[in-house]
C-alpha cells in the first residue's frame, strides 16, 4: 500500500521565489484534491482534478498559484513570487470517487522567509 | 452558507477517561459526515464517516459517532481515552460543489490532550 506521497515535505524559500509541490495519488484513483492548512485551522480547499481535468477552483487559489496534472496520474502546484502568507502546510488527497473518502497525503511544508 | 463548527479549541482528558469531541454543521442536504485525526507529522487519518442509514457508526480505534438530524450535531466519542490519542481532531462534511463534484469542508479542529 503506496498511499498518497507528497515531495517535498518541507520547503522553506525566500519571497518572492517561485516553489512547485508534487503529489502521487492512490494508483486507481481518479480524483486528487489539493488543500491548504494553516496553523489552528482546518485544511482549506483549493483545487480538484478529475482525470487531468481541472474541474473545481477555490477562490483561495490566486492568480500566483497554479496547478496542473497532465497525465491523470501525479500533479504539481506552483506557487510563483511567493509571499510570507503562502507559508502552510499543502495537503494532497486522492479518491476513486466510489464513497467520496479521501485518502490524504503527509503534506508538504511551506515556509516563506 | 455550509459550514462546520468544533466549539471546542482544546480538550485535557487522563488516560482511560471517557471522551466526547462535539461537530456542529449547516448543510440544507442530509450530509456525508467524516472525522479526521492528525497526528505531528503524520497525514489525516479517516476515522470513521457517516451517509446515511443507522445513525451510529463505528470507527477505528475504538472511536463511535452519532448523528443527530434535529440537532446538526456529529460528535465523536471513545469509551476510554489512550495516551496514544493525544492529537488533532478534524470533522468534515462533504458538499456537492456546482461542478458535480465532491469537496470537503474542515472544521477548525480540537486539540486532544492526554493525561498520563
Known amino acids: 500500500d503506496t498511499g498518497v506521497s507528497q515531495d517535498p515535505r518541507h520547503k522553506i524559500t525566500k519571497r518572492g521565489q517561485n516553489v512547485t509541490f508534487r503529489c502521487d495519488p492512490i494508483s486507481e484513483h481518479n480524483r486528487l484534491y489539493w488543500y491548504r492548512q494553516t496553523l489552528g485551522q482546518g485544511p482549506e480547499f483549493l483545487t480538484y482534478f478529475q482525470n487531468e481535468a481541472q474541474l473545481e477552483k477555490s477562490r483561495l487559489l490566486s492568480d500566483r498559484f497554479s496547478a496542473e496534472r497532465p497525465k491523470g496520474s501525479f500533479s504539481t502546484l506552483e506557487i510563483q513570487r511567493t509571499e510570507q502568507g503562502d507559508s502552510a502546510m499543502y495537503l494532497c488527497?486522492?479518491?476513486?470517487?466510489?464513497?467520496?473518502?479521501?485518502?490524504f497525503g503527509p503534506g508538504t511544508r511551506l515556509t516563506v522567509l | 452558507a455550509q459550514s462546520v463548527t468544533q466549539p471546542d479549541i482544546h480538550i485535557t482528558v487522563s488516560e482511560g477517561a471517557s471522551l466526547e469531541l462535539r461537530c456542529n454543521y449547516s448543510?440544507?442536504?442530509?450530509?456525508?459526515l467524516f472525522w479526521y485525526v492528525q497526528s505531528p507529522g503524520q497525514g489525516l487519518q479517516l476515522l470513521l464517516k457517516y451517509f446515511s442509514g443507522d445513525t451510529l457508526v463505528q470507527g477505528i480505534k475504538g472511536f463511535e459517532a452519532e448523528f443527530k438530524r434535529s440537532q446538526s450535531s456529529f460528535n465523536l466519542r471513545k469509551p476510554s481515552v489512550h495516551w496514544s490519542d493525544a492529537a488533532e481532531y478534524f470533522c468534515?462534511?462533504?458538499?456537492?460543489?456546482?461542478?458535480?463534484?465532491?469537496?470537503?469542508?474542515f472544521g477548525t479542529g480540537t486539540r486532544l490532550k492526554v493525561l498520563a
Open positions: 448543510y440544507g442536504a442530509t450530509p456525508y
Open positions: 468534515a462534511v462533504v458538499l456537492l460543489t456546482a461542478s458535480g463534484t465532491y469537496k470537503y469542508i
Open positions: 488527497a486522492s479518491s476513486s470517487g466510489l464513497d467520496n473518502e479521501q485518502f
